[in-house]
């Protein structure tokens, strides 16, 4: 179990450092290119999971979840987001990478947010 959480945080890490290196501080999200439909705010939690995408919203009260694209978060919210067990709790203001298709995650950005609270995953 030791051996795949340190897996999983080295692989993470790995996420991030190609994020910065490709363009993460140039963080474009609403008016991209890939935009493919109106952006739109929802409440949520923000956390990681293991898997693709990493990072991932889940609107509360819902059961669906919404993937970050390729896990580049805008630069301020990262450095908020410290830990494989940092969740953000935020009314988020997304954009679709992909359209909305039941039984499917669908690729957002994050272009902004407000009432943002950070806690880390209980044990």
Known sequence: MRRFVALTLALFTLILA??????ADNYVCEGGP????????VHGR???????PSARIWP????RLLGIKSDILPP???????SFDSEAYADFYVCPYTDLKPGHMQFICIQSWKNLVIRQRKP
Request: aromatic residues 12%.
């Open 60 to 63: 509360i009260g819902s059961n």
């Open 34 to 41: 890939e935009i493919v439909g109106p952006c739109f705010e």
């Open 46 to 52: 923000l956390s990681y999971w293991n898997g693709t």
């Open 76 to 82: 301020e919210l990262q450095e908020k987001m410290k």
């Open 18 to 23: 190609f994020a910065v290196a490709n363009g």
